[in-house]
């Protein structure tokens, strides 16, 4: 019984380094953004990773000049078309959107991205336009893309619209930003093929010290 358990572990071993081997293995990209000669915030960071069914774009603004996030515009490397379609849907839901490959540069009545030479495939507005007056005023936004076979590798170009910029109650100006993916870190094996991995080498390590002893 001893030697079939021992086995057994070496075999969950070999499983687990196939799967890490094979498996997918999630992805994300840091976009190296520019502005579009606006006013600046302190610090845009957005990044795109992969999630089930599509991908994740987080959006954060930090101070001490800050903006309100109102639209997110992106290029897809497939071809959108019209409406949904390849694209399938968004979270959150009830978003307002406008998807048209090669010509959204407008939500009306907000936000836009007049200025950023090549409209975009996908625009999505993000609240209420006002921030601080009126409106809502978001510094960070986690967006979910779904559609066929939409991941993060799609993502060629992203835009981001922020009003109310700057400092405290003085937040009067508006800033366009708009990016292409940088390097993508080491991509991340999934859970359960740790698991597998990890149950297998310790098995393996036993079955070694057992043929040690036997020496």
């Known amino acids: 019984m001893k030697k079939v358990l021992r086995y057994s572990f070496l075999l969950f071993a070999v499983l687990g380094l196939n799967c890490l081997i094979s498996s997918h293995e999630a992805q994300a990209f840091a976009f190296n953004m520019t502005n579009l000669g606006s006013d600046n915030v302190s610090s845009?960071?957005?990044?795109?990773?992969?999630?089930?069914g599509g991908a994740q774009l987080s959006v954060n603004v930090s101070g001490p000049v800050?903006?309100?996030?109102?639209g997110i515009f992106f290029d897809l490397s497939q071809d959108v078309g019209s409406g949904l379609g390849v694209i399938s849907g968004f979270s959150p839901g009830g978003l307002v959107y406008a998807i048209q490959e090669g010509a959204?540069?407008?939500?009306?009545p907000f936000p836009n991205m007049?200025?950023?030479?090549?409209?975009?495939?996908?625009?999505?507005?993000?609240?209420?336009?006002?921030?601080?007056?009126?409106?809502?005023?978001?510094?960070?936004?986690?967006?979910?893309?779904f559609g066929t076979?939409?991941?993060?590798?799609?993502?060629?170009?992203?835009?981001?619209?922020?009003?109310?910029v700057g400092m405290g109650q003085a937040r009067g100006g508006?800033?366009?930003?708009?990016?292409?993916?940088?390097?993508?870190?080491?991509?991340?094996?999934e859970p359960a093929t740790l698991l597998l991995l990890g149950s297998g080498l310790a098995g393996?390590?036993?079955f070694g010290r057992k043929k040690l002893k036997k020496r």
């Open 44 to 52: 845009l960071q957005v990044n795109v990773s992969d999630i089930a």
């Open 66 to 70: 800050i903006g309100d996030i109102t």
């Open 104 to 108: 959204v540069d407008k939500i009306n």
């Open 114 to 145: 007049n200025g950023a030479f090549d409209p975009f495939d996908v625009g999505v507005r993000i609240g209420n336009s006002g921030g601080i007056n009126g409106g809502d005023d978001f510094q960070n936004f986690l967006l979910s893309v």
């Open 149 to 164: 076979g939409v991941d993060s590798t799609d993502f060629e170009r992203i835009g981001v619209r922020l009003q109310s």
């Open 174 to 189: 508006s800033a366009k930003y708009v990016g292409t993916p940088g390097d993508s870190p080491a991509p991340v094996p």
């Open 204 to 206: 393996l390590a036993g």
